[in-house]
C-alpha cells in the first residue's frame, strides 16, 4: 500500500520544477528528508511501520517559512524569535537548519545585517547540503513577502504545531509501552502503573505547553491591582497560617512563594503543616473564604493524614479516632461529627507519594492546579528523590535536594500559587538537609525547634511561653523587628498554637473557640463538652503535672 503526500504541505512552497519519485524508508528512524522540490512523495506501507518522517509530514506548519523570512529580514524579529522558540519547533529539517544558521549570525555583534550568501555558507556548515535542496531554496526563503503584522499569528501556528507533534509522540511512546505491558507479569508495568506514568507525561507537556509566556508590560493593570489591594481591608496579603504574628511577619502565604519549614527528626514540622491547611482549607467564622489545597505526604498515607486532620479539628487525641474508640464514645462522636462535616465542606486532596522525583511532585500540582484550582500545595518533605534520572546518578545529596527546592520553587512561580514544604535540620551540625542550597533557593525559611527542659519548667509555662520556637531565619523583601516567636505544641491534639505572653491569656482556650465556633453548641447540645476539654488543657494538678506535659506537649 502507498500514500501521495502533498509536497506543497511538506515545503510550504510551490514549484514548476518536477523531479522523480523519492520513495520514504519503512524502518522507524526519523532521517533528514532528502528531498528537493519533488511533485510527489510516495511512503511505502505507512499504516505498517507508522513512520515518524512520514507522520511527520503532516504536523509541519505552512508558516515555518513566513517565521524565517520575516527574521531574516529583521534582526529585532530574529532576537524575539530566539526569545520564544528553539530551532526544535521547525519540524522541517531544512528550516531547521536555516534558523540555526539565521540564530547564530544573528548573535554575532559584527554582522549588522543578514545577507544571503551568509547564510547559506552558515547553513551549509549545519549540513544543508544533505537535505537535497538547492541554494535555490534560499533566495525562497529571503524574497518571499511576509507581514511582519502577522508574526504572532505565524509564531502561533509553528508552536501550535509542535505541541501537536510532541503530544503524537507521547501517545505513540505510551501505546508502545501499553502494548510492551500488556501481559500481567511480574516484570511488567500494572495497569494503575501505567495509568500514572501516562498522567505525568501529560502533565509534563502540559507544564510546557499549556499557557503561552507572554511578555507583559509593567504598567499593564498595575491601576487595577492597587485598588483590588486598597479595597481588601485585610491587612495581610497571603493565605492565613492561624499564627498572627506570624502572619504579619511574612504578610501571610504569598502566591507564586516558597515557604520552607526547616526543624529536627519528629519536632512536629508535619503536624505544623497541617495546622497551617487546617487553617487555609477548612471553613469557619475566621476562614470565610476557605482555598483549595494538595497534600502530597511520602511518608503519611490519606487515611493517616486525615485522621491526624480531625483530631486538629475535633480536638480529640488522634489514637482514640484512629483506633476507633473515639466514635463510640457518645459525646465524643457528635463532636467527631461536626468536625467530619467541617472538613467535608472543605477542599483538601491527598496523595501518599513515597517513590518521588521533583518532576513527578510538580507534574502532580500542576494536574491538581488545572482540574481543582489549589492555591496551595503542601509537600511533605524535602528529601532524596527515590526516582532519579540517570544524569543525577552521582550526584550530591545537597546538590539533588537544591534540585528540589527549585522545582518547587519554579513550580509555585509558573502556577502562581503558595507551596509549603519541609526539611530536616541535621541534630549534629545543625545545618538544614546538610546543605544551604535549600535556604538559598526558597523564598521564607522558618525553623520549628523545641524548647530546652530548663526554658518549659511545667505546663503553665509552657502554655504562656511555648514548647517551640518559630525562628523566621529567611523571608524575601524582610520580615518585622521579631525573629522569633514561640508556640505551644499541644501533642495529643496535634495543635500548634501562638503563645500567649500574657499570663491571663489562653491560647488553648481561643483556640477552642475557633473550633467550637464552626459548631452551634446549643444545636448540639456541646456545651458541656466543650468545658470539660477546656478543662483538661488548662489542668493546673501539680502532682501529675509531669504526665500532663508528656501527654499534651511535643518534644
Known amino acids: 500500500m502507498t500514500k501521495t503526500v502533498d509536497p506543497y504541505k511538506l515545503l510550504g512552497i510551490a514549484t514548476e520544477e518536477k523531479i522523480s519519485t523519492i520513495i520514504v524508508p519503512k524502518n522507524n528512524e526519523e532521517k533528514d528528508l532528502p528531498i528537493a522540490t519533488p511533485s510527489t512523495i510516495v511512503v511505502e506501507n505507512p499504516s505498517a511501520t507508522e513512520d515518524l518522517l512520514a507522520i511527520k509530514i503532516n504536523f509541519i506548519s505552512d508558516y515555518e517559512k513566513a517565521l524565517l523570512n520575516i527574521a531574516f529580514k529583521n534582526k529585532v524579529k530574529l532576537t524575539e524569535l530566539q526569545s520564544k522558540i528553539t530551532s526544535d519547533y521547525f519540524l522541517y529539517q531544512p528550516n531547521k537548519i536555516i534558523y540555526t544558521a539565521l540564530c547564530t549570525l544573528g548573535n554575532d555583534p559584527e554582522i549588522i545585517s543578514i545577507d544571503v550568501p551568509a547564510l547559506v555558507k552558515k547553513a551549509e556548515e549545519y549540513g544543508f547540503q544533505k537535505t537535497g535542496l538547492s541554494s535555490q531554496y534560499f533566495l525562497v526563503i529571503s524574497s518571499s513577502y511576509y507581514n511582519e503584522e502577522n508574526f504572532d499569528f505565524y509564531l502561533r501556528d509553528v508552536t501550535d504545531a509542535y505541541c501537536k507533534y510532541q503530544l503524537y509522540l507521547t501517545l505513540k511512546e505510551q501505546k508502545e509501552k501499553l502494548l510492551k505491558n500488556a501481559k500481567s507479569e511480574d516484570k511488567n508495568l500494572s495497569g494503575t502503573e501505567l495509568v500514572s506514568d501516562f498522567s505525568t507525561a501529560l502533565s509534563k507537556l502540559n507544564l510546557k505547553h499549556g499557557s503561552e509566556d507572554e511578555v507583559i508590560e509593567v504598567h499593564k493593570d498595575l491601576r487595577e491591582l492597587v485598588i483590588e489591594r486598597a479595597e481588601d481591608t485585610g491587612e495581610i496579603a497571603g493565605l492565613l497560617t492561624g499564627l498572627p504574628s506570624l502572619d504579619k511577619a511574612i504578610n501571610g502565604l504569598m502566591p507564586g512563594k516558597l515557604t520552607v519549614i526547616a526543624g529536627k527528626a519528629k519536632s512536629g514540622k508535619s503536624t505544623f503543616m497541617g495546622n497551617i491547611v487546617r487553617n ?243 444545636r448540639h447540645g456541646m456545651q458541656e463538652i466543650e468545658d470539660n476539654i477546656q478543662d483538661s488543657f488548662i489542668s493546673d494538678n501539680v502532682s501529675e503535672e509531669d504526665e500532663l506535659f508528656d501527654d499534651f506537649f511535643g518534644e
Open 280 to 522: 487555609v482549607a477548612i471553613p469557619s467564622r475566621e476562614n470565610l473564604n476557605p482555598v483549595p489545597v494538595l497534600i502530597i505526604s511520602t511518608e503519611m498515607t490519606t487515611s493517616e493524614d486525615a485522621f491526624r486532620l480531625l483530631s486538629m479539628v475535633s480536638h480529640v487525641p488522634e489514637r482514640l479516632i484512629a483506633n476507633g474508640t473515639a466514635y463510640r464514645n457518645p459525646e465524643y462522636k457528635e463532636v467527631l461529627e461536626a468536625g467530619i462535616s467541617a472538613i467535608e465542606e472543605s477542599k483538601i486532596y491527598h496523595v501518599y507519594l513515597p517513590d518521588f522525583s521533583a518532576e513527578s511532585v510538580c507534574n502532580l500540582i500542576q494536574y491538581y492546579k488545572l482540574k481543582y484550582n489549589i492555591e496551595l500545595a503542601v509537600f511533605d518533605y524535602i528529601k532524596m528523590e527515590t526516582i532519579q534520572k540517570d544524569e543525577n546518578r552521582g550526584r550530591r545529596e545537597d546538590q539533588i535536594l537544591g534540585d528540589v527546592t527549585t522545582a518547587l520553587k519554579n513550580i509555585a512561580g509558573k502556577l502562581n500559587i503558595h507551596v509549603l514544604t519541609g526539611c530536616q535540620v541535621n541534630t549534629r551540625t545543625g545545618l538544614i538537609a546538610d546543605s544551604d542550597r535549600i535556604a538559598r533557593y526558597c523564598d521564607t525559611l522558618v525553623a520549628f525547634n523545641p524548647k530546652g527542659a530548663e526554658e518549659v519548667a511545667d505546663v503553665s509555662s509552657a502554655q504562656v511561653f511555648g514548647t517551640h520556637d518559630l525562628c523566621i531565619l529567611y523571608a524575601r523583601g524582610g520580615v518585622a523587628t521579631w525573629s522569633t516567636i514561640p508556640v505551644t505544641f499541644y501533642k495529643q491534639y496535634l495543635l500548634v498554637l501562638e503563645a500567649q505572653r500574657r499570663p491571663e491569656a489562653s491560647g488553648v482556650q481561643d483556640a477552642l473557640s475557633q473550633v467550637f465556633s464552626r459548631i452551634d453548641p446549643q
